[in-house]
């Protein structure tokens, strides 16, 4: 699979001189091809820009959903003449909905159960490249990605709660590895700090947690009354150790959440750990605080529900923590910190330094027949290409390898040494990472 720059693209579009942006006109044209896809939001970025990399740039037009702009969202453009999807220039509405998480990349798709996507009649603008959309409708997702493996989300306290008690029904869906996703504990930048003064570290440093610290707080029953941020701040006596703990983290079900489970609390290896505490009474960003002996958990549905729940303790000045992946930058309000000494980065957990990242999935319905078989199967086999990695942008790199089974690995040259990891989960059910 090879990718096409946007400036190729651009130069296609202004010799072809009849590209445009796509209206709500065109995308919902009969002929327009329309593909569903749901689950990880923390691949949000990667999944995107593997379709608008393949897109005539002067045609690209985003649409969000105007009461959750941060989980649904349409991408629609018409396709380079040469894309990696071998459809010629087509007219492709591609929707992505990560409400939910990675376990509704894998339930409904398996299952054949209709969840809530963005309304393409209900779309506005578009012209400029940008539109809104005010409604949803029921629509059965024809392929989804799961941050880790199917099997995994079988686990009680992994399974989506619309779909407790269900089964994943076999036979129903064909599961393509796709590529390695890196995560990491972010923090408020409150709490950042905080740690930095606490280790003795200068401002340019990144400070450290140890996975045994972290994973005692994210254990419910913690007492945060008693012990505060004690585990992670050992040598701080002004009090603020013992302010108010708050867990920005996501909803059962979710990929980013059952990677958590799998590296913080040996989930569901170790059936007997007591998991991370459920979402508090009211699981809204706006109440997380700095009330001493106090525990606060947001749950939420998307990867930027945790960010805003980060930010709006940081903005309170309050310490936080939440989980993340790599794909996401950093800002001035949260950062990623080392876990146990290791920095957060593909470099090193591609050689099995850092070891915060799980295998992911793509789930194609065999239902899915055609022209959008064709487009599905083309994408999430090429979804890991070291040549498409190195296409996205520089944040979404850093949390995206290609795993050692891919035919482009290992490679002696760019970008498969960039990319190309030498370690493998051999299924994220495995008790301990291979190396290759």
């Given amino acids: 699979m090879k990718l096409r720059h946007i400036a190729a693209a651009a130069a296609l579009a202004t010799i072809a001189g009849q590209a445009s942006a796509l209206t709500p006109a065109v995308m919902n044209a009969a002929a327009t091809l329309k593909v569903y896809m749901s689950g990880a939001s923390a691949l949000k970025a990667s999944i995107g820009g593997l379709f608008t990399q393949n897109c005539q740039a002067s045609t690209l037009t985003t649409y969000t959903l105007t009461s959750d702009t941060g989980n649904y969202t349409i991408y629609t453009c018409t396709l380079n003449t040469t894309n990696d999807f071998g459809l010629g220039a087509t007219n492709v509405m591609f929707q992505k909905r990560d409400a939910g998480g990675s376990g509704m990349g894998v339930y409904p798709v398996a ?178 605080g700095t009330t001493t002996g106090e525990l606060f958990v947001s749950e939420g549905s998307g990867t930027s529900n945790v960010l805003t729940c980060l930010t709006g303790a940081n903005t309170l000045g309050a310490y936080a923590i939440g989980h993340v992946s790599l794909e996401n930058a950093e800002t001035a309000a949260w950062k990623f910190v080392k876990v146990g000494g290791q920095e957060p980065s593909r470099d090193q957990a591609k050689v099995g330094k850092y070891g915060y990242f799980v295998e992911s999935t793509c789930q194609i319905r065999n239902a899915v027949t055609g022209t959008k078989l064709t487009f599905l199967n083309a994408f999430c086999n090429g979804a890991a290409s070291p040549t498409n990695l190195q296409s996205l942008t520089t944040a979404v790199q850093n949390g995206v390898m290609t795993p050692p089974s891919n035919p482009a690995c290992p490679g002696t040259v760019a970008p498969a040494t960039t990319f190309c990891s030498k370690v493998t989960r051999n299924g994220n059910t495995a008790e301990f990472p291979s190396f290759y």
């Fill in 111 to 288: 299952n054949g159960t209709g969840i809530a996507f963005i309304d393409p009649n209900t779309c506005t603008g578009g012209a400029s490249g940008t539109g809104t959309c005010t409604g949803q409708t029921t629509v059965v997702p024809d392929a989804g990605v799961s941050d880790v493996e199917p099997a995994m989300f079988a686990a009680p306290s992994n399974t989506p709660a619309d779909f407790i008690g269900q089964s994943i029904a076999s036979g129903t869906m064909t599961v393509k590895p796709i590529m390695q996703t890196v995560f990491g504990l972010a923090v408020s930048n409150a709490l950042y700090t905080k740690l930095q003064a606490d280790q003795g570290l200068a401002a340019t440093v990144r400070p450290s947690v140890s996975k045994d610290a972290a994973g005692m707080m994210l254990r419910s029953g913690y007492n945060a009354g008693t012990y505060g941020w004690s585990p992670m701040l050992p040598n701080t006596t002004d009090g603020t150790q013992l302010s108010q703990v708050n867990i920005c983290r996501r909803v059962n079900g979710s990929g980013t959440q059952t990677a958590a489970n799998r590296f913080w609390l040996e989930y569901p290896l170790n059936s007997f750990v007591t998991m991370e505490p459920a979402a508090s009474g009211d699981s809204s960003a706006a109440a997380v």
